[in-house]
């Protein structure tokens, strides 16, 4: 069965990458496992602006200074302890990974507003990236800035990093604009490289006793594979750009739905965190399983078949299935609300 794909104008063996976190790619170890577990590239762990601003200006001390008198002050930039590698770490880990792995090792910038920060792409190009996936993160908290401002400072960031890199660049984006498919044009007239759908922001919960605001982790679900799906299919043959899918990957079914939409490569992470790197290896099994059972030959063949240009019914990825979803309920006096026809979670073969 013939795997291979192409990612950021790069051949890739394998359309399953490993995702950009820490506990997976900041390792050697971990890396040289992925690699012969099957991984077509890996992402390698962000490298944080505020590492960076930190790093260029030496912020962190004279933010220290004077801590008895405002401590509020401090929350604003994380201590540099709380960063897995610093930026020469960083710039090491790229090196060292480059000399030991021959599948492309993509380096991970994750900001949101234009500055200098952005010219540490080139020192990420010349220790050895293949390309850049550029995590556009940032919680839009303030009324006073409006989402067009937002949208402009993510377009003037995108094209900074392109003027200083020759490599391919990314673009991970999340699905809070007003408009996604127009940010998705944008972004591709831009210069963007690829689209990475979709970031998914960590959500803090409360302890109510301790009276505390706590980062919880969160591994995804099938249920989270759903939204770059749609929005994969939605986008496949209107841009120039490559897309690529994150979230949700459980199952080789889930890999085959994500590239019937129109990805290019899916990206995995949380499956990985629960059960073991080499999982990896279950997931392309699963994968060649259902080609050889409906009898394509590449993974190329499958690409986009279920796209919105290419599939039965396209008003399946718009409105109108809401319709269609709401019906598909009843109500039985026994058992409450059911779905009819049941859902069936997985079509692969035994």
């Given at each position: 069965m013939d795997l291979h794909t192409t990612y950021?104008?790069?051949?890739?063996?394998?359309?399953?990458?490993p995702s950009a976190a820490a506990p997976?790619?900041?390792?050697?170890?971990?890396?040289?496992r992925l690699e012969d577990a099957g991984a077509g590239a890996i992402v390698l762990p962000s490298l944080f602006e505020e590492q960076l601003v930190q790093d260029s200006f030496e912020?962190?001390?004279?933010l220290s200074h004077g801590r008895d008198s405002y401590p509020e002050a401090l929350t604003y930039f994380p201590e540099p302890e709380a960063f897995r590698l610093?930026?020469?770490h960083y710039l090491d880990h790229i090196r060292t990974a480059k000399a030991a792995l021959s599948i492309p090792i993509i380096a991970s910038l994750n900001g949101y507003s234009p500055g200098g920060w952005v010219e540490y792409a080139r020192s990420i190009q010349e220790a050895g990236a293949d390309a850049i996936e550029l995590n556009l993160y940032f919680v839009p908290s303030d009324p006073n800035i409006?989402?067009?401002?937002?949208?402009?400072?993510f377009l003037t960031t995108l094209r900074a990093v392109k003027a200083e890199v020759g490599i391919p660049v990314a673009v991970k984006i999340s699905p809070y604009f007003s408009s996604l498919a127009n940010m998705a044009q944008r972004f591709d007239e831009a210069g963007a490289d690829a689209l990475v759908l979709f970031n998914r922001f960590m959500q803090p919960d409360i302890d109510p006793i301790e009276l505390e605001v706590r980062p919880v982790p969160y591994l995804s679900s099938?249920?989270?594979?759903r939204l770059p799906l749609r929005w994969i299919a939605l986008l496949y043959g209107r841009l120039e750009t490559d897309l690529a899918a994150t979230g949700g990957v459980q199952h080789g079914a889930d890999v085959v739905k994500l590239l019937m939409a129109g990805a290019k490569i899916t990206q995995v992470c949380s499956v990985l965190l629960r059960h073991g790197l080499e999982h990896l290896r279950v997931l392309e099994r699963e994968l060649v399983a259902w080609l050889e059972a409906q009898?394509?030959?590449?993974?190329?063949?499958?690409r986009g078949v279920m796209s919105q240009v290419h599939c039965p019914d396209p008003s399946a990825y718009e409105r109108a299935q809401y319709l269609k979803t709401l019906q598909s309920f009843?109500?039985?006096?026994?058992?409450?609300l059911i779905l009819d026809p049941p859902i069936h979670s997985g079509f692969l073969p035994s």
């Open positions: 950021l104008g790069l051949t890739l063996r394998s359309p399953l990458v997976l790619t900041s390792s050697l170890d971990h890396l040289r912020l962190h001390h004279h610093g930026p020469e409006s989402g067009l401002d937002i949208e402009q400072s099938a249920n989270d594979l009898e394509y030959n590449s993974v190329e063949e499958l009843r109500v039985d006096a026994g058992h409450g």
